[in-house]
């Protein structure tokens, strides 16, 4: 399967722990995305990279979100101190920025659980 | 700045009925729309997209949506709904930033 890969699926944290997810985007989309989701909620951007630039930053982002991506090819999200109001489910998706090719496509996500 | 309205939580229809979940959406410039569905526990799964051209656009299961410039809507539609259509269905929107922003969704439940 050529899709969109996320890891881990599920995480289990302590409160104050930092995490890390990982991203792997569809092979040679230049567009990666990530969101956030909670129950009964839409996705909510947090951050847009173009190859390997980072465009975009939610102003509602804690500066305790981070994210890479080096070389324009897998992403990374890190969460540093991480509280209970981070649990989510965390999305990736990457899109393939020519011609009418505007649609971004999903990985099954990361859920992120803090105890 | 760009948004999306999902009036209804949930739709409720019966199976073999025509279903609509409606969408109205804000955006600067010309709107490029999408529609996807979420079964539990997994990611978005793209349905359809306008971007120019035909107002309506046909796309995945059957489903297709009408592109309505004058009332800023795209509304998803389908003929006749199936059981296994049931799932949560998002409206997006994205403008000149090439970000989508999503609706709040709607629980879209089809009765046997």
């Known amino acids: 399967d050529t899709g969109v890969s996320q890891n881990p699926r599920h995480k289990i944290t302590k409160r104050g722990q930092n995490v890390t997810f990982r991203c792997d985007p569809i092979s040679e989309h230049n567009r990666l995305y990530w969101y956030r989701q909670t129950l009964g909620q839409g996705p909510e951007f947090l951050t847009y990279?173009?190859?390997?630039?980072?465009?975009?930053k939610s102003r509602l982002l804690s500066d305790r979100f981070s994210a890479e991506r080096p070389k324009g090819s897998f992403s990374t999200l890190e969460i540093q101190r991480t509280e209970q109001g981070d649990s989510a489910m965390y999305l990736c998706?990457?899109?393939?920025?020519?011609?009418?090719?505007?649609?971004?496509?999903f990985g099954q996500g990361t859920r992120l659980t803090v105890v | 700045a760009q948004s999306v309205a999902q009036p209804e939580d949930q739709v409720n229809v019966a199976e073999g009925n025509p279903l609509t979940v409606k969408c109205t959406y804000s955006v600067s410039g010309n709107p490029y729309l999408f529609w996807y569905v979420q079964y539990p526990n997994r990611g978005l799964q793209f349905l359809l997209k306008?971007?120019?051209?035909?107002?309506l656009v046909k796309g995945s299961y059957g489903f297709e949506a009408e592109f309505n410039k004058s009332q800023t809507s795209f509304h998803l539609k389908k003929p006749s709904a199936l059981v296994s259509d049931s799932a949560l269905y998002f409206c997006?929107?994205?403008?000149?930033?090439?970000?989508?922003?999503f609706g709040r969704g709607t629980s879209l439940i089809v009765h046997p």
């Open positions: 997006a929107v994205m403008g000149g930033s090439y970000i989508p922003t």
């Open positions: 998706a990457s899109s393939l920025a020519t011609g009418g090719n505007t649609e971004a496509f």
């Open positions: 306008y971007i120019t051209g035909d107002n």
């Open positions: 990279f173009q190859n390997e630039a980072q465009l975009e």
